[in-house]
């Protein structure tokens, strides 16, 4: 096939600017002067979600049937890179039989605060495990000729105002936390495209963020793909292609055409830069249809059904096992409670949402496995959070049968979803009421959670066994159910810390911040950072989860190769209970006497080991000096010792050992005492987080005049901000009428409030111009003749 500088050579100036946006809302534009085909981008991450025509329709009804897996949330239990790796593959064989050659996802954003309502679609709050599991995904997806979308770059960690919030972020804490995920994922997997983000990054747009885009990701960590903007969050053409940015989508008939003529004509804009960023796309054109030109035979749903299981299997976390109420055996009589058994919540809302092949629930599996009827009561109403003393006195009556009881407890879709952030950390008052009912009347009760971020437990005392599903997709209910009797052992940890109460969260202060402007003044100390620093207990630590059985730590040895720069952990693990199992070794390092200030540890290794009973094996770990540098002017190695812990869990050490490391690098006293006294309840002033950002804090923004940028909600207070609110609302009612789901409503009308204005020239497919936009907004500032010229010449 033809090299991509070849074809670019060949190109006029409008077929490269015709290039760098798409041609509908999920395809590419052809490029026929080389016999390359449009192709398909189309939603994932944790399945393949391929609309049947070329809109965006967000409810189910409207996609090709596929197999839904866990959510990231979920994945990033099983910390198993390797089952990651299959699972991508798995997903890039869907991706060849519908024809999709690019599949937008992992999304690797840091879970900086629980409440954010897409946390279900991010995999941690810790940014080694996730780049680590990232890479994993990417690199089993594109070794099938499909590309990946590496996303939301970058510090995309709210849903409120997410198209225009402006992140206010020091540089220590946006590279070595914020974007290390994004860091490892390029380096170790080169995803063909990187999505930037809606947001702002300390006064400017990511879309037009060149040191995100250029400096960093391309320069720095020599990334090779494309750069495109997630569906709308273009804010200035020009200024992105300068910045680093290469295409734009979704398509909209090219109405940036004559601003980028403009800026050629100027000299404002290169034609070298704007070749640079046609070739990318070439580039990926050449891969993508080299992969279609290849015949590939249909995939097995069952297959992909019975595989959907097994990493449903390893994703479930046993939270709680008092008296070893679990495993379950067939002899036992098992009361089955909760609407969720029946009804199951099996993945999140928004654009990730899957038409599943099929859906298992726990009653049929719990039916299936059982051989006969079971004991069964709805015990709530999946329509309200409303307690029905009516359905809670079903369940008792029910539950007095029974040797043991299990109820199906979780968050409902209206609690958290792409779109809108949560309220609180509680499950729905008649999901509580119903737990504390039976848990009153039966002394063996277990409660499966279906969530797809931590929730308070304010019952946990009173129960004997808790099993945190997450949202574990189409095959949830059978692999509940092959946990609950013992078929397969449970080896999923937490990849995130489940809190007590919101006042324990340092971020909570800021979260989600002013409704353009959020400080993230709490630094490097979110999930398990934070509670280290402040010594306070959580709800569930940081890596943990329980087995069926236990595992014996010994013959450790930790060696240190300058030569190599990386640190050899070695050790001995043994199962010593009755059942075969998995364990998970995670390594923490923490810094002796640091000139800087530091999370007390990170981690910074772990590995995954499966055993049968009485089996050992040694494993060896290797952490990368790399990974213990702090970013000063460039990441830079700290001289002195270091203690390297070998863990269960965040907080379960089994061995720990001072080592020394020798560095040239020049280190400088760090703002050490500014986060000395940091917590929940005293977080840093304006005026030190000013010191640490090295500049002003960017005055937060007004309302008025309107601009491009102000959303719709703003200008909704005018005559014709209202008329627009109203015509936007009547053209997404058929997203609305399509679907019964109050989810799906509350995410629409929230996203039209809080959309900048500019969307509706992308998002109207070039039937709105930038021009007759302006000419709105002048008339809302109460520029009328401006206004009304810009209307009539368009």
């Not at 060849?96 to 709050?125: D, T």
């Not at 054109?285 to 595989?307: A, C, G, R, V, W």
């Not at 055996?329 to 909760?338: H, Q, S």
């Not at 946990?483 to 990849?495: E, M, R």
């Amino acid at each position: 096939m033809e090299k991509a500088k070849d074809i670019l050579k060949r190109l006029s100036i409008d077929d490269k600017i015709k290039l760098l946006s798409g041609k509908n809302f999920w395809y590419l534009n052809a490029i026929p002067q080389a016999n390359l085909k449009s192709i398909m981008m189309t939603d994932g991450p944790h399945g393949l979600r391929k609309q049947r025509d070329m809109g965006d329709h967000l409810g189910i009804g409207n996609s090709y049937p596929a197999t839904c897996f866990p959510t990231a949330s979920a994945l990033a239990s099983t910390w198993n890179p390797s089952l990651i790796y299959k699972l991508g593959q798995t997903l890039g064989d869907e991706c060849l039989s519908e024809e999709v050659s690019v599949l937008l996802g992992p999304g690797v954003n840091m879970k900086r605060h629980p409440l954010c309502g897409r946390n279900f679609e991010y995999f941690s709050e810790d940014p080694y495990l996730t780049g680590k599991l990232a890479s994993a995904y990417i690199n089993g997806v594109q070794s099938k000729g499909i590309g990946t979308s590496l996303k939301h770059f970058a510090v995309n960690n709210q849903e409120t105002m997410r198209m225009g919030v402006d992140v206010i972020v020091d540089e220590r804490t946006l590279r070595e936390f914020y974007l290390k995920a994004f860091e490892m994922a390029v380096k170790e997997s080169q995803p063909w495209t990187v999505m930037s983000s809606y947001n702002k990054i300390n006064g400017i747009y990511a879309s037009e963020n060149k040191k995100l885009l250029q400096d960093i990701l391309k320069d720095e960590w020599k990334y090779q793909g494309l750069v495109v903007t997630d569906w709308g969050a273009n804010n200035d053409r020009v200024e992105g292609l300068i910045a680093g940015q290469d295409l734009e989508m979704p398509g909209n008939q090219n109405i940036h055409a004559k601003a980028i003529k403009k800026a050629l004509d100027k000299g404002t804009l290169s034609e070298s830069i704007l070749d640079s960023k046609v070739q990318r796309i070439i580039e990926m054109m050449i891969q993508s249809n080299e992969t279609l030109s290849q015949k590939h035979p249909d995939y097995d749903p069952d297959k992909h059904h019975q595989f959907a299981r097994e990493v449903a299997q390893e994703s479930i976390v046993l939270l709680k096992n008092r008296d070893d109420i679990l495993p379950l055996n067939k002899k036992e009589k098992i009361a089955l409670i909760g609407a969720f058994a029946k009804k199951p919540r099996y993945q999140g809302s928004g654009s990730s949402l899957i038409n599943p092949s099929r859906i298992s629930t726990a009653y049929d599996a719990l039916k299936e496995k059982c051989g006969q009827e079971i004991l069964y009561a709805d015990g709530y109403d999946l329509s309200t959070d409303e307690v029905d003393e009516s359905l809670i006195n079903e369940a008792l009556n029910v539950i007095h049968q029974a040797d043991k009881v299990i109820i199906m407890a979780g968050l409902t879709d209206t609690y958290e979803s792409e779109g809108f952030d949560r309220d609180h950390l509680d499950l729905p008052m008649n999901h509580n009421a119903l737990i504390d009912a039976i848990s009153k009347a039966h002394d063996k009760v277990v409660v499966a959670l279906s969530n797809g971020s931590p929730v308070r437990m304010p019952w946990l005392n009173n129960v004997s066994g808790v099993l945190e599903q997450y949202l574990t997709g189409q095959a949830s209910g059978q692999a509940l159910i092959d946990i609950l009797y013992g078929d397969v052992n449970p080896s999923a940890k937490l990849a995130e810390t489940f809190p007590n109460a919101l006042s324990e969260i340092i971020a909570n202060q800021n979260f989600p911040g002013q409704p353009r402007q959020v400080l993230y003044k709490e630094g490097l100390y979110v999930g398990y950072r934070a509670y280290d620093k402040q010594q306070v207990k959580p709800l569930f630590d940081f890596g943990y989860g329980l087995s069926y059985t236990s595992f014996e730590y010994s013959q450790f040895t930790i060696k240190k190769d300058d030569l190599n720069q990386v640190i050899h952990v070695t050790l001995d693990i043994k199962n010593t209970g009755q059942y075969s199992g998995k364990e998970i070794v995670q390594v923490y390092v923490s810094k002796k006497d640091s000139l800087v200030y530091r999370p007390n540890q990170e981690l910074k290794a772990f590995d995954k080991v499966s055993l049968a009973p009485g089996q050992s094996k040694e494993l060896t770990l290797k952490i990368d000096y790399h990974d213990l540098k702090i970013y000063q002017d460039g990441f830079k190695l700290e001289d002195g010792e270091y203690m390297i812990s070998i863990n269960a869990s965040s907080r379960d050490v089994r061995y720990q050992e001072i080592i020394s490391i020798d560095s040239e690098d020049s280190i400088v006293n760090d703002h050490l005492d500014l986060y000395k006294n940091l917590s929940s309840e005293s977080i840093i002033s304006d005026e030190d987080y000013k010191a640490l950002l090295g500049y002003d804090i960017p005055p937060y923004p007004s309302s008025k005049p309107f601009t491009l940028n102000s959303t719709i909600g703003e200008i909704r207070k005018t005559f014709i901000g209202e008329k627009i609110y109203k015509i936007m609302y009547k053209k997404m009612a058929y997203m609305i009428e399509s679907e019964d789901n109050d989810t799906t409503k509350k995410m629409i009308e929230k996203s039209i409030k809080e959309m900048p204005f500019r969307s509706l020239v992308v998002f109207s497919g070039g039937d709105l111009s930038i021009r007759r936009a302006q000419g709105m907004l002048d008339l809302m500032n109460k520029r009328f003749i401006r206004g009304l010229i810009k209307l009539i010449l368009g």
